[in-house]
């Protein structure tokens, strides 16, 4: 009787720890497509709207205590061309050009530098004919692991 109680204990525990890991695998990847594609956003919106863009590299990426997203990094491979992107609940948890950033440093780099004007993504994927899932992904529930 003893052995059958221990069986089924131990059963149970294996259960649990396999129902865990398959999701935390899950919802780490989740995480990742989540911060891969608001990257190619980002990514595209500097295509657009930037002059001489050549690349991208993301220093953080992390959530607030109100559910918006700052993705902080830099351009170009130099750290003077620095800005901070906010993702917010307003805009369905995708990145549409919000961003803060140096206006003597960055915004030298801006297209339309003199009127602030910039070309929104969902505007770029329409005129290019891009496919919008590709572009979109749904974040994580818990983002701090």
Known sequence: ???SKNKII???VIAAIICLTIG????KNKKENYIET????LNLYFKYNLKNYNSMHVTSFRKNPTGAY???GYINKNKKYHFKAQISTVDNLQFIGDLIYNPKTFGKL????ETGDSINIDEIIKKEHLDKSKYEAD???FFWF
Do not use: C, G
């Open 1 to 3: 009787m003893k052995n």
């Open 139 to 141: 974040p994580p529930a």
């Open 110 to 113: 801006l297209k339309n530098e």
């Open 10 to 12: 131990l059963l149970i």
């Open 38 to 41: 608001q990257e190619e956003r």
């Open 24 to 27: 935390y695998t899950l919802h």
């Open 70 to 72: 700052f993705v902080s």
